[in-house]
C-alpha cells in the first residue's frame, strides 16, 4: 500500500485547488464510485461530514479544530471532496478540472477553485520563503504518511485559504516583518531574539511536546479579488496541526501569531487521503 503520490512529490510550478459538495445522492454510492481512480498527478481528499454520511469509519478523521478560546476568526468551510491539482500548464489543469466534474459526477457540486502558482524560490507573497522547515525524505514520510494498521498508506490534510493585506504589511517596516515572521528576509537566517508572537516561534515543531510536525504544501494564490497563501498540511493524523493553529490563533498563552497583521484565514477544512493500490485509490478501510 502506497500514498497518493503528489503529497510527498515537490510542488508543481502551477496548481488548481477543487471543493465538491454532494448535494444530491446517496454518499456510500458517491463514494464508491471513487474505488480504483486512477489519480495522475492529482491528491485528493474526503472531508468528515461526507465520510460519515457514507458510513465510512476512519479513526482520526475529524473536522477542521474547533479553538473556543482563540482570539481570531478561524473559519470553518467543510467541503465532500478536495482535489489538489498538480501541473506544469494552464490548459492541462482546466481539462483536468473538466475530468474530475466529470468523475465525481452526479450529484456532486463543484463549490470551489483556487489558482494556485509557486513564486520565485517558493516564497509567500509577503516575500518570505516558506517550506525551510519542513521534513524531507524520510521524514517527510514518517511525520505525512499513516505507516501502520488498516490506514496505511493513508494521510489527514488541513487546508486553509489566507487572504494577504498588502496594504498592512506594507505599512510594517523591514524589522517589524521579520519579527513577524522570525526570519530575516535578506538571508532567510531565523532571529535569536525574535518575539513570542512571531510565527517560527508559535509554529517550533520540536517545541510541541510531543512534536508537531507537517508537510506543509502550501503555495501562492491569486484573482482578481486578491492574492494570499493557501495553507495545505498533511500529517499522518490531524494533531500536530491542531497543536500548532492553537498556539498561533493565542488559544493557549493569548499571544497571537503575528502574521495575523497582514493575513487572516477564510477556508478551514479537513480530509482524509486515501491510499493507493497500484495506480488506483484503495477505500477498502473506507468500505468494511
Ligand atoms: C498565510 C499564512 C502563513 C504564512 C505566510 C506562513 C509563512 C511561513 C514562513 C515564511 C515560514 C518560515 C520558513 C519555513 O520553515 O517554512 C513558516 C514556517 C512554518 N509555518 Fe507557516 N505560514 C502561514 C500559516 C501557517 C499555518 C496556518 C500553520 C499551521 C497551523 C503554519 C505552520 C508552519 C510551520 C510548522 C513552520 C515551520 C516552523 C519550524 O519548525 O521552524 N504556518 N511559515
Known amino acids: 500500500m502506497s500514498a497518493q503520490s503528489g503529497i510527498l512529490a515537490p510542488l508543481p510550478s502551477l496548481a488548481r485547488y477543487l471543493c465538491f459538495d454532494l448535494q444530491q445522492g446517496e454518499a456510500a454510492a458517491a ?6 481512480v486512477e489519480l495522475g498527478d492529482a491528491v485528493i481528499g474526503f472531508g468528515a461530514a461526507f465520510l460519515l454520511a457514507a458510513g ?3 479513526p482520526g478523521m475529524r473536522p ?19 482535489v489538489w491539482l498538480r501541473g506544469e500548464d494552464r490548459g492541462d489543469l482546466v481539462h483536468a478540472t473538466r475530468r474530475w466534474q466529470e468523475l465525481a459526477g452526479e450529484g456532486f457540486v463543484l463549490t470551489s477553485v483556487v489558482d494556485a502558482f509557486v513564486h520565485r524560490d517558493s516564497r509567500d507573497l509577503s516575500g518570505y520563503v516558506d ?14 504518511i499513516v505507516d501502520e494498521g488498516a490506514l496505511a498508506g493513508s494521510s489527514f490534510v488541513a487546508v486553509q ?18 519579527n513577524s515572521i522570525g526570519r530575516r528576509i535578506s538571508d532567510n537566517e531565523e532571529l535569536e531574539d525574535a518575539p513570542e508572537s512571531a510565527h517560527v ?12 510536525f507537517v508537510v506543509r504544501r502550501s503555495m501562492p494564490w491569486a484573482d482578481p479579488s486578491g492574492a494570499g497563501l493557501h495553507f495545505v498540511a498533511f500529517g499522518r493524523s490531524l494533531d500536530a496541526f491542531d497543536a500548532q493553529l492553537r498556539r498561533m490563533s493565542g488559544a493557549e498563552d493569548g499571544i497571537v501569531d503575528a502574521v495575523f497583521r497582514f493575513t487572516r484565514p477564510e477556508s478551514g477544512a479537513t480530509f482524509w487521503c486515501p491510499p493507493m493500490k497500484g495506480a488506483g485509490l484503495d477505500l477498502r478501510a473506507a468500505m468494511s
Open 31 to 36: 463514494l464508491k464510485r471513487f474505488e480504483g
Open 56 to 58: 465510512a469509519q476512519i
Open 64 to 82: 477542521f479544530v474547533r479553538l473556543p478560546e482563540s482570539q481570531v476568526a478561524l473559519p470553518h468551510t467543510p467541503s465532500s471532496l478536495w
Open 131 to 144: 517550506g525551510t522547515e519542513n521534513p524531507t525524505g524520510a521524514d517527510a514520510e514518517r511525520h505525512g
Open 161 to 178: 485559504h489566507w487572504r494577504h493585506d498588502f496594504a498592512a504589511l506594507e505599512a510594517m517596516s523591514q524589522e517589524q516583518r521579520d
Open 201 to 212: 516561534k508559535r509554529t517550533a515543531q520540536e517545541d510541541f511536546e510531543p512534536e508537531a
